[in-house]
């Protein structure tokens, strides 16, 4: 039992100072485990903590870019709109220019002439921007420099009626007048003294002639039953179409192609006379013997152009309104090709043609290799053997529309500066022509005069920078498109400088058409460029045009004609001037016409 008891306090002790050292091991463990476990929960905060920092530093350059990104958004937004802006205050400025240009060719003056300068007075106004802008200086003294342009002398009463009978009436005293009122003397004539000059019309006047033929038989052969019978004849069988005589169907075309006188106002006129013929009748009149008795002269002034080196084109709007397969309001053309300056007789001639097609041209011309004066129109390209020169009087057109509304006389504007070199050529152009008496000699007074102008012309177009879409920019773009054509007049003295000489010739018909306003069918329209054609070379050959139709319908030209017949027919031959003339003297004896009709009896 001692030895249990003693066994137990040995054993007891260790055991406690075990249990002692295991529970304090355990608290140690428990603590460990626990810094294990707040170390372990740090780390995990921070960890988190910088996560987050890190979610928000990318967060933010997020942002920042997305920021970047906006503002250039909104950069190209505003710079697309201030173009935007731009662009339609550009537009705003060329429909203003569009809209005072308008108005100028609609209520303003049609002349291309610049207002005459006043020596210094610009100077005054616009020293400061000379001086800032030396080509408007330049241009000033480029303009002085000009020759001032004599005016013509006014024509006196004389000269204007120098062709027209003079009759005289003398204001005598009655007869119991003639004594003196102081001593009741007979008074004695002592001469005459001029009062003044009247130019008095004639009316025309209107009267159906009716022929009869006298005929006669032979009494002895009647006793025989052998029938001789003999009538009267005149020698000029009736072949017109219709029962006008040739002075009245030549009077219908006048009036109408000469004078723009519709066929409904033409009716009306001879109502005035008691006298019903329609309109309808008129136009066939025209029609018919137009294309009879006019198309073989026509196509004999054609052969006669293709022969020709020079030659001259434009064309023209026309509404034909029975056009088959084409609506009335389709538009048509009327072209016209006419002979240049080279000294020959001028031909003019007008074509009918459905549209403005340039194979009208080619067609036309087909035949004809020389120089071809027309305006930009492209369709001219297509004809072959023609060296095309441009018109400067188109330039000048298109530089005046591009002159802003009231700075025709400021030298700052670049149109300004480009209207002095088409003013230098144009006046150079008429002295060299008036002072120069063979081809030749014209043109080597171009090239010596001319042609610096003109290079330097086409420098100073090469330096504009105009605004697009604007007038200027129009102008600059016409003329470096025809920049070659321009200076093809420099190669011979016979080319033409502008194409006012077809534009001239053309001007009737545009003229004539504000007052017929339309062709009802094909063939008036054809017929019409017909008459017209004879009308205008009447004109261009300096005879009578209303004679000169009666003569032609008179001497009935036909296919059958050759050329040299035709010739004889033609109004550039001395002895058809002679007869047109002598017509002409005949008719003014009996009857006047103030306005330049033909003073003839209807």
Not at 23 to 52: H, M, P, T, Y
Not at 100 to 124: C, H, I, V
Not at 155 to 172: G, H, M, Q
């Amino acid at each position: 039992m001692y030895e249990k008891m003693h066994r137990k306090t040995v054993i007891m002790p260790v055991f406690s100072a075990l249990f002692r050292h295991l529970r304090q091991l355990f608290c140690w463990e428990i603590s460990l485990f626990s810094g294990i476990i707040k170390v372990s929960k740090n780390r995990e905060e921070n960890a988190v903590s910088d996560s987050s920092k890190d979610l928000q530093l990318r967060e933010l350059k997020d942002m920042i870019n997305d920021l970047k990104k906006m503002i250039k958004t909104l950069q190209a937004t505003v710079d697309a709109a201030n173009k935007r802006e731009e662009a339609l205050t550009q537009e705003r400025d060329n429909l203003k220019a569009e809209i005072d240009l308008l108005r100028k060719k609609l209520f303003g003056s049609s002349s291309e002439k610049t207002p005459a300068d006043f020596p210094g007075q610009m100077n005054l106004f616009n020293e400061a921007e000379k001086e800032e802008n030396p080509a408007a200086a330049q241009a000033e003294e480029m303009d002085a420099a000009l020759p001032a342009k004599k005016r013509k002398s006014r024509t006196s009463n004389a000269e204007r009626f120098k062709d027209i009978p003079v009759t005289r009436e003398y204001l005598d005293l009655p007869e119991e007048d003639r004594v003196c009122p102081v001593c009741n003397t007979p008074l004695v004539k002592i001469g005459e003294e001029f009062v003044r000059r009247e130019l008095v019309f004639i009316p025309a006047k209107v009267k159906v002639v009716e022929y009869y033929s006298i005929n006669y038989t032979c009494p002895e052969c009647s006793k025989h039953d052998i029938p001789v019978i003999k009538k009267g004849k005149d020698g000029r069988p009736h072949m017109l179409y219709g029962m006008a005589s040739a002075g009245t169907v030549a009077w219908v075309m006048y009036q109408k192609f000469c004078n723009s006188l519709p066929y409904y106002r033409q009716e009306k006129d001879w109502a005035q006379y008691g006298v019903a013929i329609s309109r309808a009748t008129m136009a066939n009149w025209v029609i018919r013997n137009a294309e009879a008795y006019f198309q073989p002269m026509y196509d004999f002034f054609h052969r006669k152009l293709l022969t020709r080196g020079f030659a001259m084109s434009d064309e023209t709007p026309v509404q034909v309104l029975n056009e088959p397969g084409r609506r009335a309001q389709t538009k048509s053309y009327m072209w016209l090709f006419r002979s240049g300056e080279d000294g020959g007789p001028p031909i003019i001639l007008y074509k009918y043609a459905e549209t403005r097609a340039g194979d009208n041209a080619v067609e036309f011309l087909s035949g004809f290799k020389g120089y071809l004066m027309c305006d930009g129109y492209s369709g001219y390209n297509k004809i072959p053997d023609a060296r095309r020169t441009a018109c400067w009087a188109h330039v000048r057109r298109y530089l005046t529309d591009a002159i802003p509304k009231g700075k025709q006389l400021d030298y700052a504007q670049p149109a300004v500066q480009g209207m002095i070199y088409i003013n230098q050529l144009f006046q150079l152009e008429d002295a060299i022509k008036a002072k120069s008496t063979s081809f030749d000699a014209i043109k080597k007074a171009r090239i010596k005069k001319e042609q610096p102008i003109v290079e330097g012309f086409l420098s100073w177009v090469d330096q504009q920078t105009p605004v697009r879409g604007s007038r200027m920019d129009k102008a600059v773009t016409y003329i470096k498109n025809r920049r070659s054509d321009l200076t093809t007049y420099l190669e011979d003295g016979r080319c033409s400088f502008s194409n006012n000489l077809s534009e001239n010739a053309i001007r009737p018909f545009t003229l004539g058409r504000k007052n017929w306003l339309f062709c009802d069918t094909p063939n008036g329209a054809q017929a019409s460029a017909i008459v017209y054609t004879m009308v205008e070379m009447a004109k261009a050959n300096g005879v009578n045009v209303y004679h000169y139709l009666t003569y032609l319908l008179e001497k009935l030209p036909d296919d059958r004609m050759s050329d040299d017949e035709l010739e004889l027919l033609a109004p550039w031959n001395e002895t058809v001037k002679a007869e047109i003339e002598r017509r002409a003297n005949e008719s003014n004896q009996s009857y006047v016409n103030c306005q330049g009709a033909p003073a003839t009896e209807k």
